[in-house]
């Protein structure tokens, strides 16, 4: 690559202006991601009290739909099956939380991928909630809402244009 008066090829390497204050908007939509978060986390905690309960009844749909299947496999697979499904969450909230921090120091990178994963959050959230009815369901679910809107407002978006000297 030739490099040309503080210039590679292709790509500015001048300096990044600083980003100034962070905007309230951009750490109003923080502490919703975290309080989201948390939330979730708690709520996958307090769900393992029913472990026990959710692997009977996928012992049973799994009896039902191949009884020719041995009963041990059967409670192997479905316990394999939750732990797997809740570690994959556990490890999901903690890559959000990284994301959540990356957003507030100003990575638009971040924030488009916390814009996805909470945008398909809220989807799901709303057929749980819709199933569920439960309360604690909907406040994260505003919490979320609130949380991606926020870092899209106005003031949020310019924290995350990127600072070139003369543009």
Same mark, same amino acid.
Do not use: C, H
């Given at each position: 690559?030739?490099?040309? @008066?503080?210039?590679t090829e292709g790509?500015?390497?001048?300096?990044?202006? #600083?980003? $100034?204050?962070?905007p309230?908007?951009?750490?109003?939509?923080?502490?919703?991601?975290?309080?989201?978060?948390?939330?979730?986390?708690?709520g996958t905690v307090?769900?393992?009290?029913q472990?026990?309960?959710?692997?009977?009844?996928?012992? +049973?749909?799994?009896?039902?739909? +191949?009884p020719?299947m041995?009963?041990?496999? /059967?409670?192997r697979?479905?316990?394999?099956?939750? /732990?797997?499904?809740?570690?994959?969450? &556990? &490890?999901?909230?903690?890559?959000m939380?990284?994301?959540?921090?990356?957003?507030r @120091? $100003?990575? +638009?990178?971040?924030r /488009?991928?916390?814009?996805?994963l909470? $945008? =398909?959050?809220?989807?799901?959230? =709303? /057929?749980?909630?819709?199933?569920?009815?439960s309360? @604690?369901?909907? &406040?994260?679910? =505003?919490?979320?809402? $609130?949380?991606?809107?926020?870092?899209? &407002? #106005?003031?949020? +978006?310019a924290?995350?244009? #990127?600072?070139? #000297?003369?543009?």
């Open positions: 690559m030739a490099t040309v @008066a503080g210039m790509y500015s390497t001048g300096p990044v202006l #600083p980003r $100034g204050t962070r309230k908007e951009v750490e109003i939509s923080f502490g919703l991601w975290v309080a989201t978060l948390v939330l979730g986390v708690i307090l769900s393992y009290s472990i026990r309960q959710v692997q009977a009844q996928m012992i +049973n749909q799994m009896v039902a739909q +191949n020719s041995d009963q041990s496999m /059967i409670e697979t479905a316990t394999t099956t939750l /732990i797997v499904v809740v570690v994959l969450w &556990l &490890l999901v909230m903690a890559a939380f990284l994301f959540v921090f990356l957003m @120091a $100003g990575r +638009n990178w971040a /488009i991928v916390l814009a996805v909470g $945008g =398909l959050y809220v989807i799901f959230s =709303l /057929i749980g909630v819709a199933v569920a009815g309360v @604690a369901g909907l &406040l994260q679910l =505003l919490l979320l809402v $609130g949380a991606i809107v926020t870092m899209f &407002l #106005p003031a949020a +978006n924290w995350f244009a #990127p600072r070139r #000297p003369g543009f």
